[in-house]
C-alpha cells in the first residue's frame, strides 16, 4: 500500500494487486492487534537490528523514516504514542487504523485497487532490441501489461493472512536467487515435559546460548517466556532465525554473577538460614515456581537444609542456575512466526532504488527480500520504508521510459 500509493503520489498511474477480499490482513495482526509501527531508535540503531543486513536499508530509511510515517498516518487520520519501550503504537491501540489511514492515502492517491486478483506468473517483453521492458501480469482474473513492477508480497508467515511466499517464486522465474527462507521471530518448541507445566512464567534478563551439530553457538541476553509447548519471549525469538532443525538451549539465569561470585552468594544464603529448605533458599535469586522443577531434573534433594550444603554443593548448584539446559526439537512453526528470514538476495537489488539489476522495471521491497530484523516495530518500519522507495523510484522509471 505504501509503495502503490507514493508511486501514485510521484504521478504514476498505479494498480494494486491483492489476492484476499481485502488488503491488510496481516496488518491487522501485527502487535497483537495493536500494530506496532515503528521505534524510537535512531537509524543506526534500527540498521544494528537487522542481524548484519542492515546497511542494505540506509538509502530506504533515508528516504522514508519514522518522522515521515508518524506524519502520514497522523495525515490520514491515525495519530500514534511511544510506549515506554520506545514502541510506536496508534493512540487507540487498534491495528484496523493503521490500515485504514494507509487506505485513505492509496484512495486519495488515485490508486485502483483490484481484489481477488492473485498473480501466478511475472512476464517480460521486448518489441525491440534496447527497447524498455514490457510486463505481462498473469493474474487468477487475466493478464495486465505494464511498464514498471513492484514486487511486494511479503513472506511466508501467518499464511492464513494470504503471506503464502508467492514473491519467491515469482522473484526467482525473474533470474533472481532466493537465499534460504525460514521462520524467524518465533517460538521454540522444547522437549522436557516439565517445563510445559511452567507455562506463563517469565524470566528476565537471562542469557541464551543455541547450540546445534556442526553450527557455531549462539548467544542471546534478554527476557525469556515458558509456554505450554516450550519457550518463547525476545531472547528466544532473535535465536529462532538461527535454528537449522534441532539442538539445545543453555541457560543462564543469572548471567550478571561470575560462577565464583554466584557460589559466594549461595553460601551466604545458605549461612543466613541453616534451617531452612534449599527448595525455599533461592527465591530472592529466581522465581519460586522454577525452583523445585530446576532442581528435581539437575539431580539435587529439594528437601534438604541449607545446613547440610557446604560449598561442593554450591558449587554444583551455580552450575545448575547458569547452565540450565533444554533440548529444541523445533519451531512453533510458520504460522505463529511473526517475521521470515531470508528471501530475494539482497546482492541483485539496488539499495539506492530497490530496482532489480536483473530485470529493468522491476523493484522489489519489503519482507520478501532477504532482510529481517528484531522484535519492536523494525521490521514493519523497513517495510515502509522499502515501500515508500520503490514506488517512488518505480513512478521516476516510469516517467522515463513512458
Given amino acids: 500500500m505504501i509503495a502503490a500509493g507514493r508511486a501514485a503520489e510521484c504521478g504514476a ?20 492487534g495493536r500494530c ?10 534500527t540498521i544494528a537490528r537487522f542481524f548484519g543486513q542492515g546497511r542494505f536499508l540506509y538509502p530506504a530509511l533515508s528516504h522514508f523514516y519514522r518522522p515521515e510515517l508518524l ?9 500514534c504514542v511511544v510506549d ?19 487506505l485513505r492515502y492509496v484512495h486519495q492517491q488515485g490508486v485502483q485497487i483490484r481484489l481477488n486478483h492473485r498473480v501466478h506468473a511475472i512476464k517480460t517483453i521486448q518489441s525491440y532490441p534496447d527497447s524498455p521492458t514490457q510486463f505481462v501480469v498473469s493474474t487468477s482474473q487475466g493478464d495486465l501489461s505494464a511498464q514498471a513492477v513492484i514486487l511486494a508480497t511479503g513472506g511466508m508467515t501467518y499464511q492464513s493472512t494470504g503471506s503464502t511466499g508467492d514473491g519467491y517464486l515469482l522473484a526467482e522465474s525473474l533470474m533472481h536467487p ?23 512464567l517469565s524470566l528476565q534478563d537471562v542469557q541464551v546460548t543455541l547450540h546445534q551439530i556442526e ?6 541476553r534478554g527476557d525469556l517466556l515458558l509456554t505450554h509447548k516450550g519457550v518463547s ?53 529466581v522465581p519460586h515456581r522454577l525452583v523445585v522443577p530446576l532442581l528435581k531434573s539437575t539431580g539435587f534433594e529439594t528437601d534438604m537444609q541449607t545446613a547440610q550444603a557446604g560449598r561442593e554443593l554450591a558449587g554444583r548448584l551455580a552450575t545448575a542456575l547458569q547452565r540450565w539446559t533444554l533440548t529444541v526439537t523445533g519451531q512453533a512453526g510458520q504460522h505463529l512466526a511473526m517475521v521470515t528470514a531470508g528471501g530475494v538476495s539482497l546482492k541483485s537489488i539496488q539499495p539506492s532504488t530497490l530496482a532489480s539489476k536483473r530485470v529493468p522495471g522491476l523493484f522489489i521491497a519489503g519482507e520478501v527480500l532477504d532482510l529481517d530484523g528484531d522484535t519492536g516495530g523494525y521490521n514493519l518500519q523497513a517495510a515502509f520504508s522499502t515501500g515508500w522507495l ?13
Fill in 71 to 79: 506524519d502520514l498516518l497522523s495525515h490520514y487520520g491515525t495519530p
Fill in 390 to 402: 520503490a514506488g517512488e523510484s518505480a513512478a521516476t522509471y516510469w516517467q522515463a521510459h513512458h
Fill in 233 to 285: 519471549g525476545p531472547v528466544i525469538l532473535r535465536l529462532s532465525r538461527e535454528l537449522h532443525r534441532e539442538g539445545t538451549l543453555e541457560i543462564n539465569l543469572l548471567p550478571s554473577y561470575t560462577h565464583e561470585a554466584l557460589i559466594t552468594e549461595l553460601l551466604r544464603l545458605f549461612a543466613q538460614n541453616p534451617r531452612q529448605q534449599l527448595k525455599n533458599a533461592l527465591d530472592s535469586l
Fill in 36 to 45: 506496532n509501527v515503528t521505534t524510537q531508535d535512531d537509524v543506526d540503531d
Fill in 215 to 220: 553450527q557455531k553457538s549462539i548467544s542471546q
Fill in 13 to 32: 498511474p498505479v494498480i494494486l494487486l491483492e489476492k484476499n477480499e481485502q488488503p491488510g490482513r496481516k496488518l491487522l495482526i501485527t502487535g497483537a
Fill in 84 to 102: 515506554h519501550q520506545g514502541k510506536y503504537f496508534p493512540v487507540s491501540n487498534q491495528a484496523n487504523d493503521v490500515l485504514q489511514a494507509l
Fill in 178 to 200: 532466493i537465499n534460504r527462507v525460514r521462520p524467524a521471530l518465533v517460538p521454540f518448541l522444547i522437549r522436557e515435559s516439565y517445563v510445559h507445566e511452567l507455562s506463563g
